[in-house]
T-cell receptor
C-alpha cells in the first residue's frame, strides 16, 4: 500500500542535541511538507519541498533544517537552536502540480525534551 | 490575507445528535481549493473532502455533508446522527492555488455515548 512513513513515533531530545525525524513516501508525490502541531493550535508549516534538491522555508523554519536528496525522502532535523521543540510533527506529501489534490499525511512523531 | 477560521474550539454532543462544524476562509484568489481533514487520536490527518471555488454544489457522503457558500466564504461540515467513532479533531484547510495549504486551528468533537 502506498503511503507516508514517519519514524520514530516518539522521540526524546536532550539539551543541546540535534535530532532527525524521518519521512518516507512511496506515493510518487513531488511535494513534501513538514508541519508542527501544538496543543490547541492548527498546523504550522516548517519547510516544504517541491522537487528534489530544492526546499523552501515555511512560517516557522528557525531552529529546523531539511534535505531532499531523494524524491521519496524528506528528513527534518530539529537543531539545538530550536528552544521549544516539544510538539507533534507531521509530514505530508502531495502532487505539486495539482493543487486540487489533498495532502497525504504520516502518523506523526511526538518529540519531547528530556 | 489568506486565513481559515474555525471558531469552535471544542464541541460535545450526545450520540445520534447532528452537529455542524463551521469553517470561514479568507482569500483574494478566484481559484482556490477547500479541504476537510479528520485527525483521530492516533494522530494522522485523514482527508475527507475537497471542493474547488467554482463548484458550489453541496455534497453528501453517508452521514457527512458539506455546505459551501462563496457569498459568506464558508465551508461547513455536518455530521448527521453522530457516533462515538466520529470523535476527533477536524481541520478545514485552504489551498489558494499555490504550494501552501492553510489550516484552521481545528475543532475537537467529542461524541458521548
Amino acid at each position: 500500500d502506498g503511503g507516508i512513513t514517519q519514524s520514530p513515533k516518539y522521540l526524546f531530545r536532550k539539551e543541546g542535541q540535534n535530532v532527525t525525524l524521518s519521512c518516507e513516501q512511496n506515493l510518487n508525490h513531488d511535494a513534501m511538507y513538514w508541519y508542527r502541531q501544538d496543543p490547541g493550535q492548527g498546523l504550522r508549516l516548517i519547510y516544504y519541498s517541491q522537487i528534489v534538491n530544492d526546499f523552501q522555508k515555511g512560517d516557522i523554519a528557525e531552529g529546523y533544517s531539511v534535505s531532499r536528496e531523494k524524491k521519496e525522502s524528506f528528513p527534518l532535523t530539529v537543531t539545538s537552536a530550536q528552544k521549544n521543540p516539544t510538539a507533534f510533527y507531521l509530514c505530508a506529501s502531495s502532487l505539486f502540480r495539482e493543487q486540487d489534490q489533498p495532502q497525504h499525511f504520516g502518523d506523526g512523531t511526538r518529540l519531547s525534551i528530556l | 490575507a489568506q486565513k481559515v477560521t474555525q471558531a469552535q474550539t471544542e464541541i460535545s454532543v450526545v450520540e445520534k445528535e447532528d452537529v455542524t462544524l463551521d469553517c470561514v476562509y479568507e482569500t483574494r484568489d478566484t481559484t482556490y481549493y477547500l479541504f476537510w481533514y479528520k485527525q483521530p487520536p492516533s494522530g494522522e490527518l485523514v482527508f475527507l473532502i475537497r471542493r474547488n471555488s467554482f463548484d458550489e454544489q453541496n455534497e453528501i457522503s453517508g452521514r457527512y455533508s458539506w455546505n459551501f457558500q462563496k457569498s459568506t466564504s464558508s465551508f461547513n461540515f455536518t455530521i448527521t446522527a453522530s457516533q462515538v467513532v466520529d470523535s476527533a479533531v477536524y481541520f478545514c484547510a485552504l489551498n489558494p492555488g499555490t504550494y501552501k495549504y492553510i489550516f484552521g486551528t481545528g475543532t475537537r468533537l467529542k461524541v458521548l455515548a
